[in-house]
T-cell receptor, first 110, second 112 residues
Framework: AQRVTQPEKLLSVFKGAPVELKCNYSYSGSPELFWYVQYSRQRLQLLLRHISRESIKGFTADLNKGETSFHLKKPFAQEEDSAMYYCALGGETSGSRLTFGEGTQLTVNP | NAGVMQNPRHLVRRRGQEARLRCSPMKGHSHVYWYRQLPEEGLKFMVYLQKENIIDESGMPKERFSAEFPKEGPSILRIQQVVRGDSAAYFC??????????FGPGTRLTVL
């Protein structure tokens, strides 16, 4: 069964500090992993996906198959990064549904 | 491209009534997904549809819930005889080929 765990419901850092949002997954096949972000009163937006290996808004995430993790990192947090972050797992089949973690609410304090 | 549209944004129903939630995918997208988010929880998959076909409904409750995506018009998620436990945010997502999913703003259903 597919499962995604985000152990922190709330995470608070100061502006300019590094931030890491944790995500662990359980999946027997070859996973596709995503990070989605939801800013206040806005829709869920794709932040990044592991196969593209790109950096968006300074965020990066590396898939670690050995540790079954896909943690989201940013070296210097900004106030505008305050949002709800969801890690999501898709299967290897095209069109697979996404399994979401419960989300981490990030607050970046001035 | 206007993005995925959902309406209504807020829906209030009394117990026993029917709720109809609509989702218009992004232009050119023929894959639609519905997810439900209960209070204090993450999004949970409900159903995956392509035009006129249900591909995966493994996340749909067995009773009272149905979904369709007709050849013309939006996808509809229908909940019959709503109960308080149906109160949630319902999100629709669409994709072109079943890869990256783009989400709508959601419909918040409140059952009184």
């Amino acid at each position: 069964a597919q499962r995604v765990t985000q152990p922190e419901k709330l995470l608070s850092v100061f502006k300019g500090a590094p931030v890491e949002l944790k995500c662990n997954y359980s999946y027997s096949g070859s996973p596709e992993l995503f990070w989605y972000v939801q800013y206040s009163r806005q829709r869920l937006q794709l932040l990044l996906r592991h196969i593209s290996r790109e950096s968006i808004k300074g965020f990066t995430a590396d898939l670690n198959k050995g540790e079954t993790s896909f943690h989201l990192k940013k070296p210097f947090a900004q106030e505008e990064d305050s949002a709800m972050y969801y890690c999501a797992l898709g299967g290897e089949t095209s069109g697979s549904r996404l399994t979401f973690g419960e989300g981490t609410q990030l607050t970046v304090n001035p | 491209n206007a993005g995925v549209m959902q309406n209504p944004r807020h829906l209030v129903r009394r117990r026993g009534q029917e709720a109809r939630l609509r989702c218009s995918p992004m232009k050119g997208h023929s894959h639609v997904y519905w997810y439900r988010q209960l209070p204090e929880e993450g999004l949970k998959f409900m159903v995956y549809l392509q035009k006129e076909n249900i591909i995966d409904e493994s996340g749909m409750p067995k009773e009272r819930f149905s979904a369709e995506f007709p050849k013309e018009g939006p996808s509809i998620l229908r909940i019959q005889q709503v109960v308080r436990g149906d109160s949630a945010a319902y999100f629709c997502a669409s994709s072109i080929y079943g890869d990256t999913q783009y989400f709508g703003p959601g419909t918040r259903l409140t059952v009184l």
